[in-house]
């Protein structure tokens, strides 16, 4: 059919059209409009996207400048990325001790699913808080790779890191007598020549990508600079620039 | 080993020599007061007639030994509270936090925290009121120096006190805060800062009982001057927190400072009045007028904290900011809305305003009433304070199941039992000092 005769057809009007390809079509205009308000609103890729080319060395400042995507609705809370972080970071077995979890939102109105999952770790932040309010450096910036580490031994526990943490990364260890939190593996795995952390290697569905940000061939750093996709930080509010970033799709 | 004893009778012999030096440190630290009591009859000392370590002794004990059987049981009781306290918070800093206190990972600061901000800030408070006289020669001041100065070494070291069961491995701090410090940490300049004060604070006081003027007034200028710089650090521990909205900004520091001096006119009127009240003495009129004047001031203050306090609620509800709005919510109208406005507003500043403004400053038992009620009510507004800001989770505007509801927190026995303890310790320093240093009196010249 030509354009010419598509112009002649008559218009059959909507009351044939099944109620499921109405529902699909909504959905798929109100998924259009939620990815072009999401990205809007939450989105830190329009502010990456400016900024990439002349602040890249300011902005990855670490070699390598490690980082994790967390593609979140792949998530299906299987906890295997938590186990996997309890047993490789000895993680004591109490109440409230965890280095990594999953969050879990209920969106009762959606159309489709109405539950997500998010996995949450220590954000490994440029700008971090907890850094800035350590009495005695015993948490610090490592110089190399950027992660936020523990000098346990420096640790007075006066939470005060904890307070200070937007994302709720940090507990007080009895064990270790010091706070713990997630340094990447650092010391369980990256020392050791493995190339991602515990959690990132349990996890069944990929949705933990693990990588090199300031690698322009990295999977971290081809899906934080584009413009496709939503990518977003929580509570950028807090102004401590995460390197945990977050997608869908 | 120097301790290692041979037999029974060495012991005992150096047994006496060790309480014999203790003997000689106490009267060295009386040896510096002017003006002592003997078996009734007053004796003023002067530069040229020193006493003798025996007298001033003497003294000391004449004086405790004169005192009746309730103060002993209050000497015996506050005691007790401190050695309890010490016991289980040195169980709890060797078996495991956990145990014992009710913090969380998401609430981890508790009363603890709030009644060392308490202590701090009386102490703070106490420094800055009486500085007004004897630092900065307002007269009508002087009379409250001596009692104010002791007292805020005695809040302070309170302070320390509770602290030291509250942060988990404190020896830690004493090492580190030294050979490791972060220059950008307000804790770090606050603990720093605070030692400074302590230290300025003790020998202002020594100064002063020396009756030297200008290096008394040296120390309690520094004092105040560290003093402001300690507090206002520890409400810039609060107030910089990036991630908590409710504290964030330079609302704390600024206002730590001015209720730390509203605290200060409670604390003064009320251990003046039961100082008195112990050593059965009648106030002269100097005195009656520097507590007229200090309520005055306290009245000033009131109104200045009421006025702060009315900005930050309505900074908190107008446009809903995120993070501070559910929080300025359950404290007006919500979970906290009782310990808000009971404690913290009727019990901490509108009674005690009411009262001192009918007591006119002059009628000691509206003063005392209106005091101790502030200093309660002033308690729980230091814990709503700690509290309040960490009661909304970081993940509250991310709607998680987890975290869609206010975070709670109560405390438990043996927090309180510690937190008491710090009571018990202020309580006991200033039963003691008003005998052994004979009422804090103040030289006239």
């Known amino acids: 059919m030509n354009k010419m005769d598509f112009n002649k057809l008559q218009n059959e009007g909507v009351e044939n059209v099944p109620m499921q390809q109405r529902r699909d079509f909504l959905k798929m205009g109100l998924a259009i409009t939620g990815i072009f308000a999401g990205g809007t609103l939450l989105s830190a890729a329009s502010t990456f996207n400016k900024a990439q080319a002349a602040d890249f060395a300011k902005k990855y400042p670490y070699s390598p400048h490690y980082s994790m995507v967390m593609r979140q609705d792949r998530c299906i809370d299987c906890e295997r990325c938590m186990e996997a972080c309890v047993a490789t970071n000895h993680v004591p077995n109490v109440h409230g001790a965890y280095r990594t979890t999953i969050l879990e939102k209920d969106t009762s109105d959606a159309i489709g699913s109405t539950k997500e999952f998010i996995p949450v770790l220590c954000n490994q932040c440029n700008l971090p808080q907890c850094t800035r309010v350590c009495p005695t450096k015993a948490t610090y910036k490592d110089k190399t790779t950027g992660i936020v580490m523990m000098d346990i031994k420096k640790c007075i526990g006066c939470l005060t890191c904890q307070e200070g943490c937007p994302y709720n990364a940090r507990y007080f260890n009895e064990e270790k007598k010091a706070v713990d939190k997630c340094n990447f593996c650092i010391d369980t795995r990256l020392a050791r020549g493995e190339k991602d952390t515990a959690c990132a290697h349990a996890c069944p569905a990929g949705v933990r990508v693990f990588g090199d940000l300031s690698r322009q061939d990295s999977e971290v750093f081809k899906t934080v600079h584009q413009i496709e996709k939503a990518v977003w930080v929580l509570r950028p509010e807090a102004g401590t620039r995460p390197n945990v970033f977050y997608t869908k799709g | ?445």
């Open chain 2, 1 to 445: 080993m120097g301790l290692h004893f041979t037999n029974g009778y060495v012991r005992k012999k150096r047994l006496q020599i060790i309480l014999l030096q203790m003997q000689h440190i106490i009267a060295l630290t009386v040896l510096f007061h002017h003006s002592y009591q003997s078996k009734g009859e007053h004796l003023r000392m002067t530069n040229h007639s020193a006493p003798t370590l025996n007298e001033l002794v003497s003294g000391v004990v004449d004086r405790l030994k004169s005192a009746g059987p309730l103060y002993y049981l209050l000497l015996l009781i506050t005691l007790s509270l401190v050695i309890a306290s010490a016991v289980i918070g040195l169980l709890a800093m060797f078996r495991g936090h956990e145990h014992y206190y009710n913090v969380t990972r998401e609430i981890p600061w508790g009363i603890l925290i709030s009644t060392y901000v308490f202590f701090v800030v009386t102490s703070t408070g106490l420094c800055l009121v009486s500085s007004i006289g004897h630092v900065f020669g307002v007269q009508d001041f002087m009379p409250i120096a001596k009692r104010s100065v002791f007292l805020s070494i005695a809040t302070i070291l309170s302070g320390f006190f509770v602290i030291a069961f509250e942060i988990k491995i404190p020896w830690r701090m004493a090492i580190y805060n030294v050979i490791s410090p972060n220059l950008t940490s307000n804790i770090w300049w606050m603990g720093t800062l605070y030692g400074v004060y302590l230290a300025f604070m003790f020998a202002e006081y020594l100064f002063l009982l020396m009756n030297k003027h200008n290096p008394a007034v040296i120390c309690g200028f520094s004092g105040s001057v560290a003093g402001i710089l300690a507090h206002s650090n520890l409400g810039a521990v609060f107030g910089l927190l990036m991630g908590r909205p409710y504290w964030q900004g330079p609302y704390m520091p600024i206002y730590f400072i001015a209720s730390a001096m509203m605290t200060g006119c409670a604390v003064i009127i009320m251990f003046h009045i039961l100082g008195y009240k112990i050593n059965g003495e009648k106030m002269d009129g100097d005195m009656e007028r520097a507590l007229e004047v200090t309520t005055k001031v306290g009245i000033m203050l009131i109104c200045v904290i009421l006025f702060f306090t009315t900005w930050k609620l309505i900074a908190g509800a107008a446009g809903q900011p995120n993070g501070a709005y559910p929080v300025v919510m359950s404290e007006v109208a919500g979970h906290h809305a009782f310990s808000f406005w009971f404690w913290e507003i009727l019990l901490g500043m509108v009674g005690p305003l009411v009262l001192f403004i009918l007591s006119k400053g002059r009628n000691l038992k509206i003063m005392l009433i209106a005091s101790i009620s502030m200093i309660i009510g002033i308690f729980v507004m230091r814990f709503n304070l700690v509290y309040l800001g960490q009661s909304l989770p970081v993940y509250y505007d991310l709607g998680v199941n987890e975290f869609k509801e206010m975070l709670t927190y109560s405390p438990s026995i043996y927090e309180i039992i510690i937190a008491a303890g710090g009571f018990g310790m202020t309580a006991f320093f200033f039963l003691l000092g008003e005998k052994v240093f004979d009422g804090h009196k103040v030289e006239h010249h």
